[in-house]
């Protein structure tokens, strides 16, 4: 085997000597660092997927562009291999930008994984924050009264949250239908409300109707929720509960929490899991929860962090058999 060329500090990815499997790893700490294999990324079946008409890298179709307002309002990087399978989207917390989060995904080094880092200044979609300290997903805060957290099921908040996620799924829907990207291979990466908005659309997602590009029969390959996640309970109808659940999925959850986090503590986290849970028309838990000692309200930061994320995300992504494409194209 041979360590990729894209090597992080805390994680690279391993490709074995015949180019068609990959396996992540992990730096572990202590007296003697050592890599530890994380698992293996999931590969495409032979029978599937392997077409000779699509291309290897993906470009940000017009239609995306515009409802994104421009590159001024997002980063777009492809997959360090040159093959774009996969998409992570950075979703950044309140009043941050998506530059840091880019480089975020850059540092991944993810396989066949295309990055699109998104900011929530996009005119007329998401909140601007007073005093010009800058955009947010939707209102948390009280920003232009009292500066005071809003309670869970305060109107303005529930209003603002239902709108940041009609626009994350309408920016979804595009990337679907118009740039040819898989449901489940699309994976949402949020900090903070950022989290808070990834999980919400996941479950958004479980509960609607369906359409053409989303659907709980087809659910997105995963989310990240770094110190967020839902906060209160949704409503299903009686014919959800009762009607056509063996289609239904859901999207597989990792939420990252710190231990002394004062706004999205532990408990919090598991409230998360288990209204999710709820919702999931009675399978499987697709929640998966870390609790990282002595952290507070803070972004990724250590090895321990990082390795949570590696591991889930080595089940998650898929891997394009492209030496079978090319004997294919022979």
């Known amino acids: 085997m041979k360590k990729s060329e894209n090597d992080t500090k805390n994680a690279h990815t391993i490709y074995e000597s015949n180019g068609e499997t990959a396996r992540l790893e992990i730096l572990e700490g202590g007296k003697e660092e050592k890599w530890r294999d994380a698992g293996a990324i999931n ?16 470009h940000v179709v017009d239609s995306v562009k515009k409802k994104l307002r421009g590159e001024k309002y997002y980063t777009y990087r492809h997959s360090p291999d040159g093959i774009d399978t996969n998409l992570l989207i950075m979703l950044h917390g309140a009043g ?7 480089r975020l995904g850059k540092s991944m080094s993810l396989p066949q994984t295309a990055v699109l880092s998104i900011s929530a200044s996009i005119p007329d979609m998401f909140v601007s924050i007073p005093f010009d300290l800058g955009h947010t997903w939707f209102e948390e805060v009280d920003y232009f009264q009292t500066g005071m957290a809003l309670p869970s099921n305060h109107p303005r908040r529930l209003r603002s949250l239902k709108s940041a996620v009609a626009s994350l799924k309408a920016i979804l829907s595009l990337l679907v239908k118009d740039n040819g990207w898989l449901p489940e291979r699309i994976i949402l990466f949020g900090f903070s409300c950022g ?11 479980l509960l609607s109707d369906g359409d053409s590009t989303l659907s709980p029969s087809r659910p997105l390959g995963g989310a990240i929720c770094v110190a967020g996640g839902v906060k209160i309970n949704h409503k299903r109808t009686k014919d959800k509960e009762t009607k056509g659940t063996s289609s239904i999925n859901s999207t597989p959850i990792l939420v990252v929490v710190g231990s ?38 803070t972004m990724i930061s250590s090895a321990e962090e990082m390795r949570a994320i ?21």
């Open 260 to 297: 002394n986090d004062p706004s999205f503590p532990p408990m919090q986290a598991k409230e998360s899991k288990a209204i999710y849970d709820t919702l999931s028309h009675g399978k499987k838990s697709n929640v998966l929860i870390y609790t990282k000692k002595d952290k507070g309200h």
């Open 43 to 58: 590969l495409l079946p032979e029978d599937k997927d392997i077409s000779t008409k699509e291309t290897k890298v993906k």
């Open 96 to 102: 941050d930008s998506h530059s840091a989060y880019d």
């Open 310 to 330: 590696m591991t889930f995300l080595s089940t998650k992504l898929v891997k394009r058999m492209t030496g079978l494409e090319d004997i294919a194209k022979r």
């Open 195 to 205: 989290a808070c908005l990834a999980m919400e659309t996941a479950l958004d997602i």
